[in-house]
């Protein structure tokens, strides 16, 4: 049996922080997540220097995202949350440049706001570590089809196979298919479409009462006026990744929205 020293361990502890400190966790991991690989004094036996223990190993695998929950109060496809609360739900199509994703989620964190973002299989095939970056951000995630195709205007087979591809991705990289369903390139989703998404395991289909327009590239002001003009306690707003627009005019839709009482929340939280 080898002992590990009391040194040892301030060692292991000092290595462990040095690693969170300096932010040199593998790019999809959680920050609480990921565990540091012991010192060689204190290698399991049988085990070579510098390989984790599987405990540690397995503590360094990012939780489950949350499922898709049932709100049985409300209809299987949803515009807008309670409008008897000051709060609003600014919902965004996943695609598009990252480095204008983080920004949007970065703005968003830093005025005390969450996101949720409905993200297309082939932007999480070119970049799977969004998924994690979402969920670490305290934002949702869900699914708006494989290929973003006019879903509703598809076959069955092929309108499932949208469907089942991206809830595919999201269990591969979340562990879950993600909170929620949009259609892609509809605001809501035909019969056929809402089966097949209920099919899928999403309980309801996101839909929206507030389209910003922005991916019309009106210039960030006219993001934010048309927001604000049709934006009630209880909406559900649709933007997009991906535009210059949006991005900037984030900063002044989310002071905005302050001022005048209404706090963006995921939608699960809308809706709880």
């Known amino acids: 049996m080898v002992r590990v020293t009391t040194t040892d361990r301030r060692g292991v502890l000092r290595a462990g922080a040095g690693l969170v400190a300096s932010g040199a966790l593998a790019a999809g991991c959680s920050a609480t997540g990921a565990a540091p690989h012991p010192a060689t004094p204190g290698t399991p036996s049988g085990a070579s220097p510098g390989t984790a223990h599987p405990a540690a190993r397995a503590s360094a695998t990012p939780p489950a995202a949350p499922a898709p929950r049932a709100f049985p109060h409300l209809p299987a496809q949803i515009t807008h949350g309670p409008r008897d609360r000051p709060r609003v739900a600014l919902t965004f199509h996943g695609q598009?440049?990252?480095?204008?994703?983080?920004?949007?989620?970065?703005?968003?964190?830093?005025?005390?706001?969450?996101?949720?973002?409905?993200?297309?299989?082939?932007?999480?095939?070119?970049?799977?570590?969004?998924?994690?970056?979402?969920?670490?951000?305290?934002?949702?995630?869900?699914?708006?089809?494989?290929?973003?195709?006019?879903?509703?205007?598809?076959?069955?087979?092929?309108?499932?196979?949208?469907?089942?591809?991206?809830?595919?991705?999201?269990?591969?990289?979340?562990?879950?298919?993600?909170t929620w369903f949009r259609p892609s390139r509809a605001p809501t989703a035909t019969p056929l479409v809402e089966r097949l998404a209920r099919a899928a395991g999403y309980p309801h289909v996101l839909a929206y009462d507030v389209d910003s327009l922005d991916y019309t590239r009106p210039g960030a002001p006219a993001v934010t006026r048309t927001v604000l003009a049709a934006v009630r306690n209880g909406s559900v707003v649709s933007l997009h990744f991906g535009y210059p627009d949006t991005a900037a005019a984030l900063p002044d839709l989310l002071t905005e929205l302050d001022r005048r009482g209404l706090h963006a929340v995921t939608t699960t939280e809308l809706l709880s």
């Open 96 to 178: 598009g440049d990252p480095a204008l994703a983080r920004t949007l989620l970065t703005t968003a964190e830093r005025h005390g706001a969450r996101l949720t973002v409905l993200a297309v299989g082939t932007w999480l095939d070119e970049h799977p570590e969004m998924a994690r970056r979402i969920l670490d951000g305290g934002h949702d995630l869900g699914n708006h089809t494989q290929r973003h195709l006019s879903v509703n205007t598809l076959s069955e087979p092929d309108a499932r196979a949208e469907i089942t591809g991206c809830a595919d991705r999201l269990r591969r990289l979340t562990g879950s298919i993600g």
